[in-house]
């Protein structure tokens, strides 16, 4: 059962926190529930093409395998940049996705990048419906489709999902496992041999800490943003010895270089202090299958 707002976890209990007391509750509604950020209506006029390329495709390239699609990241909030922001996509089918899948997936989002200059590039995850709504998933893929996708084709699933606050265990549950993802990390980034490749891990790592920041100290914040300067200023609140690295983080996360130094600072020094206090404050993400196999 949540905890009340404005408390926060020590080791001897829980105790009052008057920055939380004192913070907005931005992306909360009058429950303290978090609610849904995007809606297709919120798609700026420069983005409308590549949104219904998308559905029609993902129609044709997915079809009865299909059972739901949805859109999320900057182009469903309204604040994609033209030449800057990628299309994320959400494709929930009705069995597990294959390779073959995968394939289809990733040939569906270089077409979509090559054609429409306005976006730099495709992003998709797959998930199966049976995944999606698994105890497993509940406070991690089921609150990220509930809370921060768009409905784009098909029902929506988040009508079988619970409501959320911005608790430890949606804390722990979302980005509880960085420490299994920085080995990970280390090797992509040891495979990336010019600015090129390094970039786009550039951006891709700057957003997941940035995040992972973000959520080490949501439940104090008491509230909910997709914002990453925003998130930022939130973590710097609470941990000020870090609070400039996490705002160059922020800045990345927009605007990537291709800053082989950037990279190593993640892994080496950033990226396992905030494992570990991660861990010290929310405990770990409960493994998934493909982590044990």
């Given amino acids: 059962m949540s905890r009340a707002f404005g ?3 020590t080791g001897r209990g829980w105790h009052s926190d008057p920055m939380a007391d004192t ?5 909360l509604d009058r429950q ?23 559905r029609d495709r993902l129609l044709d390239v997915f079809g009865a395998r299909m059972h739901s699609a949805y859109l999320y990241g900057s182009i469903p909030r309204g604040t994609a940049r033209v030449g800057r922001s990628d299309l994320d996509l959400l494709v929930v089918l009705r069995a597990e996705p294959t390779d073959a899948d995968r394939e289809d997936a990733r040939v569906l989002g270089e077409g979509l990048d090559k054609e429409f200059r306005r976006i730099d590039g495709v992003g998709t995850l797959l998930y199966s419906r049976a995944r999606v709504l698994s105890e497993l998933e509940r406070y991690d893929m089921g609150w990220f489709l509930a809370c921060l996708c768009t409905p784009l084709l098909g029902e929506d699933l988040a009508e079988y999902l619970p409501r959320y606050r911005p608790d430890s265990r949606l804390a722990r549950e979302t980005n509880g496992d960085l420490a299994l993802l920085l080995p990970r990390w280390r090797e992509r980034i040891a495979a990336a041999d ?20 973000f959520t080490l100290v949501m439940p104090r914040w008491n509230g909910w943003t997709s914002d990453l300067v925003e998130m930022a200023e939130a973590f710097g609140a609470y941990y000020p010895e870090r609070a400039d690295e996490m705002r160059a983080a922020a800045v990345l996360g927009y605007a ?3 800053d082989g130094a950037v990279l190593r600072s993640y892994v080496d020094d950033l990226g396992p202090w905030l494992a570990e206090e991660y861990t010290r404050v929310h405990g770990v993400k409960a493994p998934r299958p493909e982590q044990t196999c």
């Fill in 7 to 9: 408390e926060r976890r």
């Fill in 23 to 27: 913070a907005p509750r931005k992306g």
């Fill in 32 to 54: 303290g529930f978090i609610e849904r950020e995007g809606s297709l209506g919120q798609v700026t006029h420069d983005f409308r093409p590549v949104v219904a390329a998308a």
């Fill in 194 to 213: 010019s600015d090129e490749a390094r970039r786009p891990l550039v951006r891709f790592m700057s957003r997941h800490l940035v995040r992972t920041g």
């Fill in 256 to 258: 990537p270089t291709g």
